[in-house]
């Protein structure tokens, strides 16, 4: 028996090495000082890989990713961390066991159903609230993108505040620290680690998602660093072009280059963040005991 | 022990925090509530079990459900007891002890008899080391680079594979977008939830059960078929069901794995091409020739595919308060 659990075991392992083996082996054919060239360091820097002379600027969509991950990341991370701060720190338990299953039912709405909501609902209300020249922007896209990275924030801030030894808070107020104070001067600095994974594990997030940035992100490759102009990003690149494109082609290439990209800053981003997280539990059960 | 009293700049502070809860709160009602608002009105019998007209600028949704329904049900046989059974080789096979500490003991046994058992002890525990982050990435992979991967490893190498052994030269069956190959994708996305949980099943279980177990002889399989399982079950269960529905609302995985647009015909083969709720999501929203006019269409898919997800949730999460209560 043990056989068959450890072959279950290994699954895992090889599909996470097969998924990197086959997005790289398609990457392969462009991945020469050339080709790089012309993603990067083209001018004018312009993404039209199906004109007559193909355009392959990877500049003005790297640039859409980074804004929408910006301002998702700008609106999750602040009321994520207080959130779980609050429902940690202060919120009756009665409370605290209202907010978690509305966390999980906010992070169980599928990314399509966010996207519909973000194209179809709050870009008209924004728009008719702030005059926005374009309906869909990096600030309609981010603030969505900003609600689906919400839960991912608060649950990892949430377990590492949880983590921090009781004794830690009893310490304070023996000291004559308030509540207010215990919460952001000890016990948030303390969980700091999992505050900051929770960060890098949004940024994953982000950095990949792919239908509330196909759907409310307006879909313009252009070279803009203005929050207000549409945009597009990897990840919507490759679902918008991938059903079209010839199979083998420089532009097949260009946009499993690009999956190769989200698959690498994806990884990265994760072993950064499990890592922290594994670390400071290993520091706070020292603490604890 | 008590904490000082409030001062009135505390309780503004507290408020601040506070108030990022209600945002929260405040999001999720809305988007719960227009789509609820506006799409209770379309869904009717005819709009669940009539098939699109028209163009899809009218009818129903029959086929989308069918074919999301058949997607997730493949998707569970092949993740579920995959996903089980890693984490049982997690928690029950490798040693408790951890890495570092197997590997110690091993450097620290020098000349000693039962060396070799120490050394497989901690090379076990590396093992299962590697998996679990593995597991981890696994679950952070974003959801379109599944796509891509299932594109080209189970289209074009294994289904074209099958399809060179056992197709006529030309003919191409396996090797194309298909209901086996998007749940196969999306088996892979679920995987990491189904392993998590089942392992924090495990966990609950006390170790006092096992070794009782082992006491009276029983051996390993037989003490987590007999006394671990039925303990985990319920918890087991829950972790299915929040990776399941998880699997059902993805989108990315399936555009170029076999989602189709419009299908005349329900899915009668796991090689024929499906549609999916999803899907049609992104297709009314995005490609609909005239948004106005379709809006009703769309809300009430995407309240169908929300009440769905929503259901499976649900039931994940009061199982799980369920077997935490009864504890």
């Known amino acids: 028996m043990t056989g068959a659990f450890s072959g279950a075991g290994w699954v895992a392992i090889v599909f996470i090495f097969l998924i990197f083996l086959f997005t790289f082996k398609e990457t392969a054919p462009v991945l020469d000082w050339h080709t790089m060239k012309a993603f990067f360091l083209a001018r004018p820097p312009i993404w039209q890989p199906t004109s007559d002379i193909p355009k392959l600027s990877m500049i003005p969509i790297i640039l859409g990713t980074l804004k929408a991950t910006v301002v998702g990341l700008l609106f999750a991370c602040p009321v994520g961390v207080a959130a779980a701060l609050f429902s940690s720190e202060f919120a009756h338990p009665k409370l605290r066991e209202v907010i978690k299953p509305v966390i999980e039912l906010l992070a169980g709405i599928p990314s399509v159903v966010m996207g519909f909501f973000a194209l179809i609902i709050l870009a008209t209300w924004l728009q008719d609230a702030f005059g926005f020249v374009y309906r869909l922007n990096a600030i309609n896209a981010g603030l969505a993108l900003g609600f689906a990275l919400v839960p991912i924030v608060y649950t990892i801030s949430e377990d590492g505040l949880a983590a921090v030894p009781r004794s830690y808070r009893e310490a304070s107020y023996a000291l004559g620290a308030s509540r207010l104070q ?105 603490a604890a005991s | 022990m008590k904490a000082p009293a409030k001062q009135l700049s505390d309780r503004i502070a507290v408020g601040a925090l506070g108030l990022s809860v209600v945002v929260i709160v405040a999001i999720l009602l809305v988007i719960i509530g227009n789509i609820a608002i506006h799409g209770a009105r379309t869904v009717t019998w005819e709009f669940i079990t009539q098939p699109p007209r028209d163009g899809l600028m009218a009818g129903g949704i029959f086929p989308a459900i069918v074919g999301t329904a058949a997607l997730v049900i493949l998707m569970s046989v092949a993740a579920v007891p995959l996903g089980v059974a890693t984490a049982i080789y997690l928690h029950e096979y490798t040693p408790a002890e951890g890495y570092s500490l197997a590997w110690r003991r091993f450097r620290l046994s020098k000349g000693r008899a039962g060396r070799k058992r120490l050394f497989f002890r901690a090379m076990s525990a590396l093992l299962a080391n590697v998996t679990r982050s593995a597991v981890a990435n696994l679950a952070g ?110 989108v990315a995985p399936i555009l170029f794995t076999g989602a189709a647009y419009y299908l005349p015909f329900l899915p009668h083969r796991v090689t024929d091409q499906f549609m999916h709720l999803g899907y049609h999501v992104l297709i009314l929203s995005t490609q609909s020739p005239d948004v106005e006019a379709t809006k009703p269409l769309l809300y009430g898919t995407v309240f169908v595919l929300l009440a769905l997800t929503f259901l499976l949730n649900l039931t994940g999460v009061i199982l799980r308060a369920r077997t935490h209560s009864r504890r």
């Open chain 1, 182 to 286: 215990t919460a952001t001067k000890v016990v948030l600095p303390a969980a700091a680690p999992a505050v900051f994974a929770s960060f890098v594990l949004a940024f994953g997030r982000a950095i990949g998602e792919t239908m509330i940035l196909l759907m409310a992100g307006g879909n313009a490759a252009i070279t803009s660093m203005s929050l207000l102009d549409p945009l597009r990003t990897l990840s919507a690149t490759i679902a918008a072009e991938m059903g079209e494109v010839v199979v083998g082609g420089e532009h097949y290439g260009a946009l499993f280059f690009m999956g190769t990209l989200l698959f690498v800053i994806t990884f990265i981003s994760n072993t950064l963040g499990q890592w922290v997280i594994q670390s400071m539990k290993g520091r706070m059960q020292g």
């Open chain 2, 141 to 250: 992979v974003p959801s379109i680079v599944f796509g891509l991967f299932g594109l080209g490893f189970f289209i074009q190498f294994i289904g074209r594979a099958i399809d060179r052994a056992t197709q006529p030269p030309g003919e191409v069956v396996w090797g194309q977008g298909s209901l086996l190959w998007a749940a196969m994708t999306l088996a892979l996305l679920t995987l990491p939830t189904v392993i998590v949980a089942t392992e924090e099943a495990l966990r609950t279980i006390p170790q006092d059960l096992r070794e009782a177990s082992l006491a009276l002889g029983a051996t390993q399989w037989e003490t987590i078929r007999r006394v671990v399982l039925p303990g985990a079950l319920p918890g087991i269960l829950t972790g299915a069901i929040l990776g399941i529905s998880r699997g059902a609302g993805e």
